[in-house]
């Protein structure tokens, strides 16, 4: 799934694009791509569009006429830049929007369509779509840690709550809570104020690192590698390496079909977490600590 990093390199590559052009013609092949249907999609076209934005994980195209055109792409949703009057792509293909330069596509991967655009009128109706999370830069620590101890949830969970936090996903939480050396599977409500404000921080390094990378990495072009993994990731997506701070091998837990990485040296004291599946199927043979 698009995290913040990559919404904002979107944004980046978006606003010299679209920003101040008028929207030409719009096609949506994929009918379950369309939430609202009042005002119909169709109403987009004359319109310019006056800037674009971010609502936690949501890119928006905001239009004059007080439209918002929301758009989330969820886990396998992608937009690409084409040629004008580009063709939608046949099976990943979701729909067009198009301009005298160019046509904005979106894709999806998969056979499951949770892709989704909302087409609405006013602040308000705009308001209303936004789940409620905080960008972590915008607050304080202590903000922050109040935020973080309102629910007893594991800091995993927590951390990738759209209503709690804004933009954020399994990926980089993985590598947030590496930052900070704590465990993903710790509970919020056992942190204490250092770890906490130490959370913070590294929610704020990695998110800014990883947003200018991800920006610097595309330069004038246009986002064509969209992904949840990438070489210089500390732990995610790197089960079974080794660590490049501790050399301890990089572990995994999967829960509904969604994985979380971590280096047990460095964040949970050698200790290896339960696997809800595999640990219980190994029972005594599940390896508690990194240590033969």
């Not at 990883?210 to 993994?229: Q, Y």
């Amino acid at each position: 799934m698009p995290e913040l990093p990559e919404i904002e390199a979107y944004l980046a590559a978006l606003e010299p694009r679209i920003v101040d052009r008028t929207v030409t013609g719009v096609l949506v092949k994929s009918v379950s791509l369309l939430r609202t249907f009042d005002p119909i999609i169709d109403d987009v076209v004359g319109r310019r569009v006056t800037g674009v934005s971010r609502m936690g994980k949501r890119i928006v195209l905001h239009l004059d006429g007080d439209r918002h055109l929301v758009i989330h792409l969820r886990v396998a949703g992608r937009l690409r830049w084409a040629a004008p009057a580009a063709r939608i792509p046949g099976k990943m293909g979701l729909a067009a929007l198009y301009f005298e330069h160019g046509t904005l596509l979106v894709t999806e991967a998969g056979s499951k369509r949770r892709a989704s655009w909302h087409l609405v009128v006013g602040a308000e109706a705009l308001a209303a779509l936004d789940p409620g999370g905080v960008e972590v830069d915008r607050i304080d620590a202590a903000a922050f840690t109040r935020r973080l101890r309102a629910e007893r949830h594991t800091l995993k969970r927590t951390l990738t709550d759209p209503k709690v936090f804004a933009g954020i996903g399994g990926a980089f939480a993985d590598e947030i809570l590496f930052a900070a050396r704590l465990s993903p599977t710790q509970m919020t409500t056992n942190l204490d104020d250092e770890q906490a404000a130490r959370l913070h921080r590294a929610a704020i390094d990695v998110l800014a690192h990883w947003t200018a990378l991800r920006i610097a990495e595309t330069r004038d072009g246009f986002p064509s590698k969209v992904t949840a993994f990438h070489p210089d990731m500390a732990v995610h997506g790197r089960f079974g390496e080794p660590c490049r701070t501790c050399g301890a091998p990089i572990q995994r837990i999967v829960h509904g079909g969604r994985e979380t990485n971590y280096c047990p040296g460095c964040q949970t004291g050698g200790r290896i977490l339960a696997d809800r599946a595999l640990s219980r199927l190994l029972k005594d043979d599940w390896p508690r600590t990194i240590d033969p």
